[in-house]
């Protein structure tokens, strides 16, 4: 196995910033950012999931792709063919904390000087877990929480039972304070809806009793068409934003929103005038997903728009360039726009 070289800030940061803004077809590097799935296993069936609404079609319940996790043998293959790194984001569509092997892999990142991060619902978060990802050196935890309230969030985090992950959160923040440990930081994640926008400020509020640093939210994409009507209204996000912008600053939490309800689904018309993106997730943060497929960025889930290329049976140096991500790249920053980059609600 080899060693994986350390990046320096200053190394990271001249990367990012001529990959951001160069975005050539060929990357003269390899990426310094990795979305890399753990495990497709899930202990919810949240009602906003596209993995939920993938189960819910005829014969998908059989499928291995959503029954799966990532071995520490798989994880230090993929590890190895990566080069110099400097976070890894250990999640995609299942529940990380169903993986058993997760604080061994983030262990293993922290050795080689790698940061990690995952989102997770927290409802697993027991307290011998929680002190595992401590002890690990875990150096970010986002959790999602889609409301203030037991009824919104039950309502949405199907299965999920709202005090015990508010506990969870608590008992994980006290276990910090014991062992005098700075890390893993806290982020909030809320996916906005029709059903819990008018929870989005008492959200922010409840972020900073947990102690979390970072609010992160957006318009929910909703997985199939027939949901559209949970889309935010997008003058009342537009208004409650700006609201929430202020609260946060008042409680000193970074607030992030991102992504539009405008853009979440597109019609027709609006597609056509879509050709380009400023977009950047491809020279900087590709996907790879618990079965070994790489796509473009977390966003894109199928192996098809990449041609099926796959780090166990080829190198990742030989995908990063290969000639349909050249060509992905190239659409995307000279037109015509991939389809599957049509309906981002990030589109820029």
Not at 21 to 31: C, G, K, N, Q, S
Request: aromatic content about 8%; charged content about 25%; proline content about 6%.
């Amino acid at each position: 196995m080899t060693s994986n070289p350390v990046v320096s800030s200053s190394q990271f940061a001249l990367k990012y910033w001529y990959a951001s803004i160069a975005r050539p077809e060929v990357m003269p590097f390899l990426p310094s950012i990795i979305h890399l799935e753990t495990t497709t296993k899930c202990n919810l069936a949240c009602t906003i999931c596209p993995r939920t609404n993938s189960l819910n079609k005829p014969g998908s319940k059989e499928d291995e792709r959503w029954n799966k996790n990532l071995s520490l043998e798989q994880f230090q293959e993929i590890l190895d063919q990566l080069g110099s790194l400097r976070y890894v984001r250990l999640h995609g569509f299942g529940e990380p904390l169903m993986n058993p092997d997760l604080s061994h892999m983030i262990s293993l990142l922290s050795s080689r000087g790698i940061d990690a991060e995952f989102t997770t619902n927290a409802s697993l978060l027991s307290q011998k877990k929680s002190e595992a990802l401590i002890r690990s050196n875990l150096s970010y935890l986002t959790v999602s929480i889609d409301g203030a309230t037991k009824e919104v969030y039950e309502n949405i985090r199907t299965n999920a039972r709202f005090k015990n992950v508010i506990g969870n959160i608590l008992e994980l923040r006290r276990l910090k304070e014991k062992l005098n440990k700075k890390r893993p930081h806290l982020r909030i994640n809320m996916v906005v809806t029709s059903e819990n926008i008018h929870e989005f400020l008492d959200t922010i509020k409840l972020a900073k009793v947990l102690g979390a640093a970072e609010f992160r939210a957006s318009p929910i994409v909703p997985p199939r068409e027939d949901l559209g009507w949970m889309l935010p209204d997008p003058e009342l996000w537009a208004q409650t934003s700006k609201e929430a912008k202020i609260l946060a600053r008042s409680l000193r939490i970074h607030l992030v929103c991102s992504g539009s309800p405008n853009r979440a689904i597109n019609t027709q018309a609006e597609s056509k005038s879509k050709t380009i993106s400023r977009c950047k997730q491809p020279w900087v943060a590709p996907y790879i997903r618990v079965d070994g497929f790489v796509t473009p960025c977390c966003n894109i889930s199928g192996s098809d728009v990449l041609g099926n290329k796959n780090v166990f049976l080829q190198d990742f140096r030989m995908i990063w360039n290969s000639d349909e991500f050249q060509r992905f790249r190239r659409n995307l920053k000279f037109g015509p726009l991939p389809k599957d980059c049509v309906n981002c609600p990030n589109l820029k």
